[in-house]
């Protein structure tokens, strides 16, 4: 196993700008926001762990990316801003959740507690379970685990034709399996950060 933690030095450099622009949003941070922020330099910090990569095939390890820093998304131009028309993030689940001791509706909750904290400010809301049947959508059955796996693609298609007008995002949420080409054996998620 090999544990990647990075030092306060790297972590301010990646965090805090000198950029002047950004310098006086910094200054307008209130304490929740300070607090936030002064926590991933905190070496005993519990909501910036240092991660863990158990096996060389682990994401990181095997699919290594460059690095971004805070400036860096900022000046993206890609990059979007909620705007009072546009502040929601909707959630839309997607068939069956599988679990019958915990229902749909807790994982919902869950999952919209958790935005909510993570995106604070913007407001979630959860739509109706979606079957898979109604979505039009290719599949296959992978030939290694046997299963069911849906085109992420197709997925998100029907999203952005169903993505409300005053949404920030809509995000589909399932348990069933995810391709994003014939190639791959299967994808954690897939976004569009344009669309």
């Known amino acids: 196993m090999k544990v990647i933690k990075h030092s306060e030095d790297v972590l301010k450099t990646a965090l805090m700008s000198k950029d002047k622009k950004l310098m006086k949003h910094y200054e307008k941070f209130g304490p929740k926001e300070q607090l936030l922020l002064n926590e991933?330099?905190?070496p005993d910090s519990v909501l910036f762990r240092p991660i863990t990569l158990h096996s060389d095939s682990d994401w990181i390890a095997s699919h290594p990316e460059p690095t971004q820093d805070?400036?860096?998304f900022?000046?993206?131009?890609?990059r979007t801003t909620p705007t009072p028309q546009k502040s929601f993030i909707y959630i839309q689940p997607i068939g069956s959740f599988g679990d019958a001791t915990?229902?749909?509706d807790d994982y919902m909750k869950w999952l919209k507690d958790y935005c909510e904290a993570f995106y604070y400010g913007l407001t979630v809301r959860i739509l109706g379970p979606l079957p898979v049947s109604h979505m039009g959508c290719a599949f296959r059955v992978n030939e290694y685990t046997r299963n069911l796996q849906l085109y992420a693609g197709d997925i998100l298609k029907y999203l952005?034709?169903?993505k409300p007008r005053d949404a920030f995002c809509i995000v589909g949420v399932t348990m069933i399996d995810l391709?994003?080409?014939e190639s791959w054996n299967f994808v954690f998620g897939q976004a569009s950060l344009t669309e």
């Open 40 to 42: 991933a330099f905190r």
């Open 70 to 72: 805070f400036e860096q």
């Open 74 to 78: 900022y000046h993206d131009p890609s």
């Open 102 to 104: 915990v229902s749909t």
């Open 160 to 162: 952005k034709k169903k």
């Open 179 to 181: 391709y994003p080409s």
